[in-house]
C-alpha cells in the first residue's frame, strides 16, 4: 500500500484544518487505516485510528470530541478533520495502514509522508 498525506499548514488556536490520505495499491491485510502525530522531540503518538471496511473508529483521549477521522472509499482516501485546535497539537502527521487496530507506532505496517501542522497561540 501506498500512502500520501496531505493539507498541513499554520492554524490559530481554537482553528480546524482537515488532513487528507490518498491510498492506493490496498491488501486485503490493510484492515486498518490510522492517523499519527509526532511533535519534536517525541514519541510518535497514535492519534486516530478507521476500520477500513465497516468503519468502525477510534481516537486517542486527548483528541475526542475534536478530530474525526473518515474515510471514502470510492476516493481511496482517508481523513482527519481537525477542530479546536491547540498549540499542543502542533506536530507533523503521518497516515499509516495497519493490519489490526493498533494504538502505537510500533503495529504499523506502511507510512506515508508527514504533513506538518502548526498551531499558533
Known amino acids: 500500500v501506498q500512502l500520501q498525506a496531505s493539507g498541513g499548514g499554520l492554524v490559530q488556536a481554537g482553528g480546524s484544518l482537515r488532513l487528507s490520505c490518498a491510498v492506493s495499491?490496498?491488501?486485503?491485510?490493510?484492515?486498518?487505516m490510522n492517523w499519527f502525530s509526532q511533535a519534536p522531540g517525541k514519541e510518535r503518538e497514535f492519534v486516530a485510528g478507521?476500520?477500513?471496511?465497516?468503519?468502525?473508529?477510534r481516537y486517542a483521549d486527548s483528541v475526542k470530541g475534536r478530530f474525526t477521522i473518515s474515510r471514502d472509499s470510492a476516493r481511496a482516501a482517508v481523513y482527519l478533520q481537525m477542530s479546536s485546535l491547540k498549540p499542543e497539537d502542533t506536530a507533523v502527521y503521518y497516515c499509516a495502514s495497519s493490519n489490526v487496530a493498533v494504538s502505537s507506532a510500533v503495529g504499523a505496517v506502511a507510512w506515508g509522508q508527514g504533513t506538518l501542522v502548526t498551531v499558533s497561540s
Open positions: 495499491g490496498l491488501t486485503t491485510s490493510d484492515n486498518f
Open positions: 478507521i476500520k477500513w471496511r465497516e468503519g468502525t473508529k
